[in-house]
Structures are given as C-alpha cells and as structure tokens.
C-alpha cells in the first residue's frame, strides 16, 4: 500500500513564502502525475498544481506566478515552493499521486499539511 506523507506547513504572514515537501512510499516505482491540492473551511477541495513524469506542470489561476512545482523521479518526492502567500491561501493542502496498476489508474492522497497565512 503506498503511502505519502507531506512536511512544511505552519503559519506565515502574508507576503512570506513556505516550502511544502511530500514523500511516497511503498510498492509503486513511479507515479504519472503529482502534485497539491488544497481545502479550505467550507470549501471543495481543489486543485492547486500538478506535474507529469515528464515535468509537465499545470497551475491554478490563483496561484499562478508565485508557486512552483517540482519533484524528483528518482526518490518520488513532489515539492510545491509557495511565494506571495496570501490570507486566502489558507488551507490544508494535500499531496496527490498517480499510478498505473494494470490498465487501471489510481490515485492515493496524503493526510494533509495545515498552511495558514495572517498577520
């Protein structure tokens, strides 16, 4: 069963940065796709990045231009650097990932990491 476990949320003022990581592990050698989502109080979650094996990455427009995302095939590990954090960026955001088992694709979740922005 793989797992995923994700490290650097807290609370940060607005305008300042934080560094979320993620590590899977378990069984599944690689993922097609990774990446954030995020949940805030009373809200669906939603997509915040993704990125392909490839290194394709996809932003929501919300957060397009002040987070990065990245990951490393090799330990299987996503990042999501988040610059300009801003009041509603708060949310516990929670690291996704992709694999194949067949002809069928999964996807598995993390437990999540709070992140909140204020002053």
């Known amino acids: 069963q793989p797992q995923l476990v994700e490290s650097g949320g807290g609370l940060v003022q607005p305008g300042g940065s934080l560094r979320l990581s993620c590590a899977a592990s378990?069984?599944?050698?690689?993922?097609?796709?990774m990446g954030w989502y995020r949940q805030a109080p009373g809200k669906q979650r939603e997509s915040v990045a993704n990125?392909?094996?490839?290194?394709?990455?996809n932003y929501a427009d919300s957060v397009k231009g002040r987070f990065t995302i990245s990951r490393d095939n090799a330990l299987n590990t996503v990042d999501l650097q988040m610059n300009s954090l801003k009041p509603e960026d708060t949310a516990v955001y929670y690291c996704?990932?992709?694999?194949?088992?067949?002809?069928?694709?999964?996807?598995?979740w993390g437990q999540g990491t709070q992140v909140t922005v204020s002053s």
């Open positions: 996704s990932a992709n694999y194949w088992s067949g002809t069928a694709p999964h996807e598995f």
């Open positions: 378990g069984s599944i050698s690689s993922f097609y796709l």
């Open positions: 990125i392909t094996i490839l290194g394709n990455r």
